[in-house]
């Protein structure tokens, strides 16, 4: 009879796309079998894995999903840290606006994993996401960074969210349909709030340009 193969917990993790802290704990709650070696090691038998998959694609992929867009915060504050150094107009920003705007960031990105992850409230989100980036174009104009400017600053941090939603279907091996469809949810949610963004921008522009003309707004 032949051997059913069996792959070590990193092995697993990485098939299964997901962290050897959940597998460990998946595996100790019972939802999916290891084989115990007599040195204390786990293996899963791929066959187990494939199971496991089928029977849980939605779970997967949707769990991981909001768990790497989550990672990725800090990956967000870098890179818009780093690329506001690299401009002309960095000092344009003050602190307060630094921590407005980060505040807006993340808020954003929770929006973002609840687009994802909770579909049935999407309206409610969308209305959200609108109010975020419209917030967004009201400061970047206040502190007097160009449209062209502010729509850079926004992509800094659109882009990170899009690569990490995309990469995740790269390293799975089975995914559902579901989670394929979340990218262009990602994508659409990030494109209503770059749309409020410059129109809100636009606006306030308009406000003080009335203003300064001694006009009433």
Known sequence: MKQEERVNISEAS???AVSEQALRQWTDEGKIKAFITPGGHRRYSRAELK???NQNRKMLGIKDLVADLEHVVPVLHDTATSYLRS???DGRLNA???KQLASLG???LDLIIKSVSEVSREEETSRAVREVGASLGWILARQRLSLT???QTF???RDPIIRVTTEIL???EGFDRRIVEAIPMVNNAMDEALVSLVTAYQQQQNMLRRKKAGKPV
């Open 14 to 16: 990485r098939i299964l």
């Open 51 to 53: 199971r496991f998959i």
């Open 87 to 89: 401009t002309s107009w």
């Open 96 to 98: 307060e606006s630094q």
């Open 106 to 108: 993340r808020h954003l």
């Open 149 to 151: 400017q502010s729509v």
């Open 155 to 157: 992509i800094q941090h």
């Open 170 to 172: 790269k390293k799975r």
